[in-house]
């Protein structure tokens, strides 16, 4: 069974870029959000094998939603999104438990090589 991936970014583009790239890839895409309340329920709801998270997105970010979804599962497989210049920001969320990072324009190389990475 192909490992489904819950896309989180407040953009669209952005979110239809990573989509692009995963399914191109054979993953399934379990559902889209795009802000860090919306992450929080559809994690509880669809249980991804594997979350992509932006950090900076309205109402929560990507932060906060990275430790509400480590409360509900320590084990969740999370993979942070940050555009260039956030290193900061990155670090804090390697931290908190994300297992990797992608940056920015998204290069679909990295992001497949993160995603096989975390996924084992």
């Given at each position: 069974?192909?490992?489904?991936?819950?896309?989180?970014?407040?953009?669209?583009?952005?979110?239809?870029?990573?989509?692009?790239?995963?399914?191109?890839?054979?993953?399934?895409?379990?559902?889209?959000?795009?802000?860090?309340?919306?992450a929080v329920e559809m994690?509880?709801?669809?249980?991804?094998?594997?979350?992509?998270?932006?950090?900076?997105?309205?109402?929560?970010?990507?932060?906060?939603?990275?430790?509400?979804?480590?409360?509900?599962?320590?084990?969740?497989?999370?993979?942070?999104?940050?555009?260039?210049?956030?290193?900061?920001?990155?670090?804090?969320?390697?931290?908190?438990?994300?297992?990797?990072?992608?940056?920015?324009?998204?290069?679909?190389?990295?992001?497949?090589?993160?995603?096989?990475?975390?996924?084992?």
């Open positions: 069974m192909a490992q489904n991936v819950l896309i989180v970014d407040d953009a669209a583009f952005m979110r239809m870029m990573i989509k692009d790239i995963l399914t191109k890839n054979g993953f399934e895409i379990a559902g889209e959000a795009q802000d860090g309340n919306e994690y509880k709801e669809l249980k991804p094998d594997l979350v992509t998270l932006d950090i900076t997105m309205p109402e929560k970010d990507g932060l906060a939603a990275l430790q509400e979804i480590k409360e509900i599962d320590e084990s969740a497989n999370i993979i942070m999104c940050s555009a260039m210049g956030q290193q900061s920001m990155v670090i804090d969320a390697i931290q908190a438990g994300a297992k990797d990072f992608i940056v920015k324009p998204f290069q679909s190389e990295r992001v497949i090589e993160a995603v096989r990475k975390v996924l084992g």
